[in-house]
Nanobody, 125 residues
Framework: QVQLVESGGGLVQAGGSLRLSCAAS????????LGWFRQAPGKEREIVAA????????YYADSVKGRFTISRDNAKNTVALQMNSLKPEDTAVYYCAAPPAGRVAGKDSREYEHWGQGTQVTVSS
């Protein structure tokens, strides 16, 4: 089992930056690939970025490519999402998630078993 706790959300002006962090409580952190999802009001939850257990492979949604960076620190059991050049359309609740241990981090939220409580990101125009 793994518990995930996000932090770092907030209100920022368009063009600004935020850094989200997700702390995982597990003794086997390196067994888990990780992903960041977001859900805006009235919209489905969508993948933002994902990272492999080693950090050697990453995936980004087209909408955030070149602006967001996902990273992980296996010594600290954390995964981060650096968000630059934020746009109003990035406004959403952001979730950290993990698929079952040993599984690849896919694009479909149904592949993920463990979820954080979410953190609100609001980008004003």
């Amino acid at each position: 089992q793994v518990q995930l706790v996000e932090s770092g959300g907030g209100l920022v002006q368009a063009g600004g930056s935020l850094r989200l962090s997700c702390a995982a409580s597990t003794r086997t952190f390196t067994s888990y690939a990780l992903g960041w999802f977001r859900q805006a009001p009235g919209k489905e939850r969508e993948i933002v970025a994902a990272i492999s257990w080693s950090g050697g492979a990453t995936y980004y949604a087209d909408s955030v490519k070149g602006r967001f960076t996902i990273s992980r620190d296996n010594a600290k059991n954390t995964v981060a999402l650096q968000m630059n050049s934020l746009k109003p359309e990035d406004t959403a609740v952001y979730y950290c998630a993990a698929p079952p241990a040993g599984r690849v981090a896919g694009k479909d939220s149904r592949e993920y078993e463990h979820w954080g409580q979410g953190t609100q990101v609001t980008v004003s125009s």
